[in-house]
C-alpha cells in the first residue's frame, strides 16, 4: 500500500536556526514527489517536484532532496514568516491519486 | 489570472440538508479533485476525476457525490449521509506533464483557497 509518513509533527526553530523535515514514502513505481506549504485556513502552496533519486531543488531558504525511500526539506537560516504546514505527497506511476502524510507544523521564534 | 476558485468560503449546514461547495478552474487542468482535511490530519482524498464525464471514489467517498460535466468545474455535495462534515474541504487540480519536456514547468496539484464546512 502507497503511504507516507512525515516527521517530527512539529518543531519549534529560532530564527536562524538550520533543521530538516523528513517525508518517509513507500510507493508502487514514484512518478513525483511533491512539497506544499500551508498558512493556516488556506489551500497549499506548491514548492517542489521531485522526479527520482538524487534530485535536489533549491528556493530561497529551501532545499529539497530525494532518495529511494525518504525525501528531506532542508531549512537554511529559517525566518518567523517561514512559520508554517509544510505537506509531502507522492504520486505512484499510472495513478491519478496524490498520497499525501499529515504534515510538520513549524514554528520560527523571533 | 489563471487559478482555482472555491465557494462559498463558508458553509452551515443543517441536519438532513445536502449542501454543494463549487470548485472552478481555468488553468485547462483535466485532472480535478477534492479532498478533506481535519485539524492535525493530512489530506483525505473524497473523489476525483481524471477527464470530463468521469470521476472515480477516493479513501473517503461515503456520504458525498459529485459530477464532472464541463472541464472547468467539479461540485462537490455533502449529503445528509454524512453523518461529521464538519471540516475544511479542498479543491486541486493537476495537468500531466512529462519531465525534461515542459520546461521551467513541474507537474504538481494546485489548490483553491477552500471551503469550511460547519454544522448547525
Known amino acids: 500500500e502507497d503511504q507516507v509518513t512525515q516527521s517530527p509533527e512539529a518543531l519549534r526553530l529560532q530564527e536562524g536556526e538550520s533543521s530538516s523535515l523528513n517525508c518517509s514514502y513507500t510507493?508502487?513505481?514514484?512518478?513525483?514527489l511533491f512539497w506544499y506549504r500551508q498558512d493556516p485556513g488556506k489551500g497549499p502552496e506548491f514548492l517542489f517536484t521531485?522526479?527520482?533519486a538524487g534530485e535536489e531543488k533549491e528556493k530561497e531558504r529551501l532545499k529539497a532532496t530525494l532518495t529511494k525511500k525518504e525525501s528531506f526539506l532542508h531549512i537554511t537560516a529559517p525566518k518567523p514568516e517561514d512559520s508554517a504546514t509544510y505537506l509531502c505527497?507522492?504520486?505512484?506511476?499510472?495513478?491519478?491519486?496524490?498520497?499525501f502524510g499529515t504534515g510538520t507544523r513549524l514554528k520560527v521564534l523571533a | 489570472d489563471g487559478g482555482i476558485t472555491q465557494s462559498p468560503k463558508y458553509l452551515f449546514r443543517k441536519e438532513g440538508q445536502n449542501v454543494t461547495l463549487s470548485c472552478e478552474q481555468n488553468?485547462?487542468?483535466?485532472?480535478m479533485y477534492w479532498y478533506r482535511q481535519d485539524p492535525g490530519q493530512g489530506l483525505r482524498l473524497i473523489y476525483y476525476?481524471?477527464?470530463?464525464?468521469?470521476?472515480q471514489k477516493g479513501d473517503i467517498a461515503e456520504g458525498y457525490s459529485v459530477s464532472r460535466e464541463k472541464k472547468e468545474s467539479f461540485p462537490l455535495t455533502v449529503t445528509s449521509a454524512q453523518k461529521n462534515p464538519t471540516a475544511f474541504y479542498l479543491c486541486?487540480?493537476?495537468?500531466?506533464?512529462?519531465?525534461?519536456?515542459?520546461?521551467?514547468?513541474?507537474?504538481?496539484?494546485?489548490f483553491g483557497p477552500g471551503t469550511r464546512l460547519l454544522v448547525l
Open positions: 486541486a487540480s493537476s495537468i500531466d506533464l512529462t519531465p525534461g519536456l515542459a520546461g521551467d514547468l513541474q507537474e504538481t496539484q494546485y
Open positions: 510507493v508502487s513505481g514514484l512518478r513525483g
Open positions: 521531485l522526479y527520482s
Open positions: 505527497a507522492v504520486r505512484a506511476s499510472g495513478t491519478y491519486k496524490y498520497i
Open positions: 488553468l485547462n487542468h483535466d485532472a
Open positions: 476525476s481524471q477527464i470530463v464525464n468521469d470521476f
